[in-house]
């Protein structure tokens, strides 16, 4: 079923595309995470795809 919603639709984008990438280990972390929930490295990038994955 495709969401109709626009505002839906953002929300569900950004919970699925904005993270931070652990530098060292590569893992998933919150956005608002400052250190790697795995190795607990303070290196995070931030994963901030453009939008339009569609899943
Ligand atoms: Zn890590």
């Known amino acids: 079923m495709p969401i109709t ?4 639709k953002r929300i ?5 595309l904005v ?3 652990c530098f060292n280990c ?5 956005i608002n995470a400052t250190r790697c929930r795995k190795c607990r490295n303070p290196y995070l990038r931030l994963k901030n795809r453009a939008l339009g994955v569609k899943k």
């Open 19 to 21: 993270m931070k990438i």
């Open 5 to 8: 919603d626009p505002e839906k």
């Open 12 to 16: 569900a984008q950004t919970a699925r």
């Open 26 to 30: 590569g893992c998933r972390n919150d």
